[in-house]
């Protein structure tokens, strides 16, 4: 029987691949299309999650592992609530709506997967690294979307006025429930 988080996987669609090449083009795109902060913020926090999973695999140890883990957990869930907060809702407004729902569904997926990842007693196990791949495709696949896609058109969509508020909301959002740690710098 397929587990909740296999349903909402399914829901959502498969999860295409992309190598790194292709990966670094879309980001040198995306950095010379943004123009607003909130969009040039979130190419930094993208990166900094990048680096956060990198430092998860090449954990040395257990004990590492688990704190780098629970770094990498902290900064994916800063990084999506104050896209939820304020981004994916004007989305919603500036006409894609589908898309919204589309990038809630796999931030959702990703904090169900972050928590089963956390379940795994073996951190130096295959089961692990197998989880913690899963999850790092995952969400490079929806940093790509959103890259490539989603804020691209909604920068371009939006008023100055709300590029300025997705601007300030998303950072009060991120540093809200951050409380002030310095992950990019
Ligand atoms: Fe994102």
Do not use: C
């Not at 979130?42 to 695999?57: G, R, S």
Request: net charge negative.
């Amino acid at each position: 029987m397929a587990t909740f988080a296999e349903k909402a996987q399914e829901m959502i669609g498969m999860t295409p691949t992309y190598d790194d090449h292709q990966r670094a083009a879309i980001r040198a795109e995306a950095k010379r299309h943004a123009t607003s902060t909130w969009f040039k913020t979130i190419l930094d926090h993208h990166e900094a999650i990048e680096a956060a999973f990198q430092a998860v695999k090449e954990a040395s140890n257990a004990t590492q592992r688990a704190r780098l883990q629970t770094e990498l957990a902290g900064l994916l869930t800063g990084h999506s609530i104050a896209e939820e907060a304020i981004i994916y809702p004007f989305m919603k407004l500036e006409d894609s709506a589908s898309d919204a729902k589309h990038a809630y569904a796999e931030q959702a997926l990703a904090k169900m997967q972050m928590v089963a990842l956390d379940q795994i007693k073996d951190k130096m196990s295959e089961e692990y690294t197998n989880k913690l791949e899963e999850i790092h495709d995952a969400v490079l696949h929806h940093m790509i979307e959103e890259e490539r896609d989603f804020f691209p058109k909604l920068q371009e969509k939006a008023t100055p006025a709300q590029n300025r508020k997705m601007t300030q909301h998303y950072a009060d959002e991120f540093s809200r429930y951050m409380k002030g740690e310095a992950v990019v710098a």
